[in-house]
């Protein structure tokens, strides 16, 4: 192998690598009743994609085989994602049914509750 693909090699698994730290780009949109989050992550399956809330923290992780034999893959093989979804309201989540997964775009819409708790003042 040439130092031409070697360092081609090199610039794709960093490219990956950055891809995988930064992206994939995600939408949060406040609608009425909740938060709705969009992300684009085409080429996942639907069962190798989980999600997890932490307060206001939506973590997204998911995961794909690379092609055995494939000479270049810039798409990432796997994903790491912290969306901090925005103050206000309280977070319903035990209204949080589940996410669709539809031509490469997760969509979640997370109910949020107006209801503020009352703090007495004694």
Do not use: C, N, W
């Not at 130092?3 to 730290?21: H, N």
């Not at 690379?66 to 912290?82: F, H, I, N, W």
């Not at 049914?97 to 997370?110: I, K, T």
């Amino acid at each position: 192998m040439g130092i031409l693909e070697d360092a081609a090699r090199g610039i794709e698994g960093r490219a990956r690598e950055f891809y995988e730290f930064v992206m994939p780009p995600a939408d949060v949109i406040e609608e009425e009743g909740g938060i709705r989050v969009l992300v684009d992550m085409p080429g996942f399956e639907r069962e190798r994609i989980s999600l997890s809330l932490h307060g206001r923290v939506l973590r997204v992780r998911a995961e794909r085989d690379v092609p055995e034999g494939a000479v270049t893959s810039q798409r990432p093989a796997r994903l790491d994602k912290e969306v901090r979804l925005p103050p206000g309201g309280s977070l319903d989540e035990d209204a949080i049914g589940s996410a669709r997964y539809a031509d490469g775009v997760l969509d979640l819409l997370l109910p949020v509750s107006d209801d503020a708790r009352q703090i007495p003042v004694g």
